[in-house]
C-alpha cells in the first residue's frame, strides 16, 4: 500500500521569496503523483500531476514539482510567490495497475506575508 | 461550465439524526467519490462509486452510507451511528479509464460543512 509524507505542516514565507512545499511517499510499485490547492472553505483543484515521461511538471500560475525516483519525491516549488498562493497544498500517490484511488498527504499550509 | 454542485453548503445536525449530503456533476464522469476532511488529517475516504448501482467502502465507512442510481448523482447520509460527524466533506468524480486526462485527477466540489449541535 502507499503512503505520503509531507514534512512541513505549515510554511511562512514572504512575498517574491522561492518556496518548496516537500513531499515525499512510499510504494512498491510505480506511482502516480499530484499535488493539489485548497483555498479556504472551497474544494480541492488540481494543481499538476505526474504519470509519465518528463520528471519535471509545471502548471499554469508557475508552479512546478520534480519527480525524484531514487529519493522517493514529489517536492513543489515556486521561484516567487504572490499572496494570492496562501492556500492549503495536498500532496497525493496512486499506484499504477490499481484501482487509481490516491492516498493524500495530510497538507501543507503555506502562508505568503507582505 | 460542467462542474460538480454540493449542496448544502453548511448543514447542522442535531444528536440521534441523520442526514443527507448532495453531490451532482454534470462532467460525465463515471466515477464518484465522498471524503472526509478534519484539520491536520488530509482527506480520508468514505464511499466511492465507479459505476451506477454499485459503490465500495472506503477507509471509513462506518456510520455512512450512500447511494448512486444515477450517473450524475451520488448522495452520501450520515447515519446517528456516526458519532463524531463535524467534518468538512468533499464529493469528487473522475472520468474513465480510457479517457486518460480525465481519469487522473480529481474534480472536486466546494464541499459541505456539517456541524453537531
Known amino acids: 500500500a502507499q503512503s505520503v509524507t509531507q514534512l512541513d505542516s505549515q510554511v511562512p514565507v514572504f512575498e517574491e521569496a522561492p518556496v518548496e512545499l516537500r513531499c515525499n511517499y512510499s510504494s512498491s510499485v510505480s506511482v502516480y503523483l499530484f499535488w493539489y490547492v485548497q483555498y479556504p472553505n472551497q474544494g480541492l483543484q488540481l494543481l499538476l500531476k505526474y504519470l509519465s515521461g518528463s520528471t519535471l511538471v509545471e502548471s499554469i500560475n508557475g508552479f512546478e514539482a520534480e519527480f525524484n525516483k531514487s529519493q522517493t519525491s514529489f517536492h513543489l516549488r515556486k521561484p516567487s510567490v504572490h499572496i494570492s498562493d496562501t492556500a492549503e497544498y495536498f500532496c497525493?500517490?496512486?499506484?499504477?495497475?490499481?484501482?487509481?484511488?490516491?492516498?493524500f498527504g495530510r497538507g501543507t499550509s503555506l502562508i505568503v506575508h507582505p | 461550465d460542467g462542474g460538480i454542485t454540493q449542496s448544502p453548503k453548511y448543514l447542522f445536525r442535531k444528536e440521534g439524526q441523520n442526514v443527507t449530503l448532495s453531490c451532482e456533476q454534470n462532467l460525465n464522469h463515471d466515477a464518484m467519490y465522498w471524503y472526509r476532511q478534519d484539520p491536520g488529517q488530509g482527506l480520508r475516504l468514505i464511499y466511492y462509486s465507479q459505476i451506477v448501482n454499485d459503490f465500495q467502502k472506503g477507509d471509513i465507512a462506518e456510520g455512512y452510507s450512500v447511494s448512486r442510481e444515477k450517473k450524475e448523482s451520488f448522495p452520501l447520509t450520515v447515519t446517528s451511528a456516526q458519532k463524531n460527524p463535524t467534518a468538512f466533506y468533499l464529493c469528487?468524480?473522475?472520468?474513465?479509464?480510457?479517457?486518460?486526462?480525465?481519469?487522473?485527477?480529481?474534480?472536486f466540489g466546494s464541499g459541505t460543512r456539517l456541524t453537531v449541535v
Open positions: 469528487a468524480s473522475t472520468g474513465s479509464r480510457s479517457k486518460t486526462s480525465s481519469y487522473y485527477g480529481y474534480t
Open positions: 497525493a500517490v496512486s499506484e499504477t495497475g490499481g484501482s487509481y484511488i490516491p492516498t
